[in-house]
């Protein structure tokens, strides 16, 4: 069974800075995506960024130039760096992959249980 789980989350005032990481784990032969998601209260999840493989990545209007995600294959992590918070961006932050492991023929979405992000005005 795969699990990912997240770290790094946390109260910061508004213009600060926090890294998110997240951890995947289990009989896993390939991890096609990784990336993060964000619920903030009464709102959808929405797509925050994502990495496709270790040089290309897509991010959210919303956070181009302020978040940079990033990607280790060989720990099978992934990292979000987020600068210049601002309070919209209060959240609970999720990491999501596509995952291929041993024991399925075809790959899989897999959801961390998220991390709570809350910046203050």
């Known amino acids: 069974q795969v699990q990912l789980v997240e770290s790094g989350g946390g109260l910061v005032q508004a213009g600060g800075a926090l890294t998110l990481s997240c951890t995947a784990s289990?009989?896993?032969?390939?991890?096609?995506?990784m990336g993060w998601y964000r619920q903030a209260p009464g709102k959808q999840r929405e797509l925050v960024a994502q990495?496709?493989?270790?040089?290309?990545?897509s991010y959210a209007d919303f956070v181009k130039g302020r978040f940079t995600i990033s990607r280790d294959n060989a720990k099978k992590t992934v990292s979000l760096q987020m600068n210049g918070l601002k309070a919209e961006d209060t959240a609970v932050y999720f990491c999501?992959?596509?995952?291929?492991?041993?024991?399925?023929?075809?790959?899989?979405?897999?959801w961390g249980q998220g991390t709570q992000v809350t910046v203050s005005p």
């Open positions: 990495s496709f493989d270790a040089r290309t990545a």
């Open positions: 289990g009989r896993i032969s390939l991890i096609h995506v």
């Open positions: 999501q992959a596509v995952i291929s492991t041993y024991d399925e023929i075809r790959s899989r979405d897999y």
